[in-house]
């Protein structure tokens, strides 16, 4: 393999500084926001507030292998094995003080909570918001079945209004329109430089992996509408061009080429890049971490706060199942893929349940469709043996159906 991206260190460094600082934010005077990771984040920025994101949260305890544990803990206090395994982690953790991050994540000022991701995220930040005795906002927004009305454009910009209110009755000061344009501009450049960087995956061979995207995914989430965000994404986005300009893979002597559904399963993002790098395969794409850049079309550049609400309305799950299967065609075209891999989750119902029936709607792609069943960070619902032999299968299907091709 072409070996780990130089701009891994310096991504790492970056998100230590920034839970330093989220650690000793109030010796700061700054107040600290935790918001769900598909929640409209610029305005937090412009008011000077630290974003914290207890799904990353999640997922590094899920990739600390501490998921089960943790999950186990808060099936203990009462709560459903079926309930997502981010909101366990989260719960257990901020009663526990246990996960990678010693201590815990640092207790909010308030909760900033977007449904569009899932309907779990309601209930898990209201007992996150008593358990803190601290405000709760939920930006609401309505599922779109086919397309965004009117209707729907006039609600979430009502919202939109509000949240600015509820930021200003809470830090005690005027929304600052002023830093928000700043903000605005290298949030737009940091999602165009993500989308860029996803594509270089478009190259034979490519340079890195839908693995690879995981982990680079972090500071797109966590920080956009900074300035870092943006030089960071130049400086990654050179390093995958200077591998096609050299033709070097991040998969060594790749032959296929396969695209990802769902979250990844963080405990075991590494026995899996191995597996299928082992049959010569590459994950090129996934339909997660598009997420961070597919709706910048829907963004107005001079009108940012007015069209904020589209932006975040239509991300990949708050569509119909129609809507999600035309966006996976789109990168099978895209990426010229040999073959589709969905991972059926057990902690994230709103990408799952539709899969079968995304499978079908994808009959006249013709690419062989590979369904895995795990859980982001529970380990406890993960079979390796049985995961195993389906992708040796699948990727035996896959060689077969090339060879024909061949021929």
Not at 213 to 219: E, I, K, T
Not at 312 to 326: E, F, K, P, S
Request: charged share 30%; proline share 3%.
């Amino acid at each position: 393999m072409a070996g780990r991206l130089k701009a891994t260190k310096k991504m790492k460094s970056i998100m230590k500084r920034y839970y330093m600082e989220a650690k000793y934010a109030r010796f700061f005077g700054k107040k600290i926001a935790w918001i769900t990771s598909g929640g409209p984040v610029e305005p937090l920025i412009a008011m000077n507030i630290i974003p914290v994101y207890p799904e990353n949260h999640g997922a590094m305890i899920g990739a600390s292998k501490m998921g089960g544990k943790m999950s186990e803990f808060a099936e203990g206090l009462g709560y459903s094995q079926d309930v997502c395994s981010y909101a366990k982690n989260d719960i257990s953790s901020s009663i526990t003080k246990e996960g990678p991050i010693k201590g815990g994540l640092p207790k909010p000022d308030m909760l900033i909570c977007c449904n569009n991701i899932c309907g779990t995220v309601l209930k898990w930040y209201e007992i996150q918001a008593r358990k803190f005795h601290v405000p709760l906002f939920i930006y609401d927004t309505p599922f779109v079945h086919t397309k965004f009305t009117k209707e729907a454009r006039e609600y979430v910009n009502a919202q939109t209004e509000e949240y600015i209110k509820f930021l200003e009755e809470h830090t005690g000061r005027k929304f600052n329109y002023r830093k928000m344009k700043k903000v605005e501009k290298l949030s737009l450049e940091s999602m165009h430089l993500w989308r860029k960087v996803l594509e270089t995956a478009e190259h034979k061979p490519s340079p890195m992996t839908a693995f690879d995207a995981f982990f680079h995914l972090a500071l797109i989430v966590t920080l956009r509408g900074k300035k870092i965000v943006v030089k960071y994404y130049r400086e990654l986005l050179r390093e995958l061009e200077v591998r096609n300009e050299n033709n070097i893979g991040a998969v060594d002597n790749e032959k296929y080429r396969l695209l990802w559904d769902n979250l990844p399963i963080w405990y075991r993002m590494r026995w899996l890049s191995e597996k299928f790098a082992s049959h010569g395969a590459a994950l090129v794409a996934d339909t997660y971490t598009q997420a961070w850049c597919g709706v910048i079309d829907y963004i107005d550049e001079n009108d940012f706060l007015g069209s904020m609400g589209e932006a975040y309305t239509r991300i990949h799950l708050n569509v119909g199942v129609d809507q999600m299967a035309n966006t996976i065609k789109k990168f099978i075209r895209q990426y010229d893929v040999d073959g589709l891999v969905m991972h059926s989750n057990r902690s994230c119902k709103p990408y799952s349940f539709g899969q079968y029936d995304i499978q079908n709607l994808l009959q006249e792609e013709d690419i062989p469709v590979l369904m895995i069943e795990a859980d982001m960070t529970d380990e406890r619902k993960f079979s390796e043996s049985q995961i195993e032999a389906r992708i040796d299968a699948f990727m035996e299907v896959i060689k077969q159906r090339k060879k024909e091709k061949v021929k």
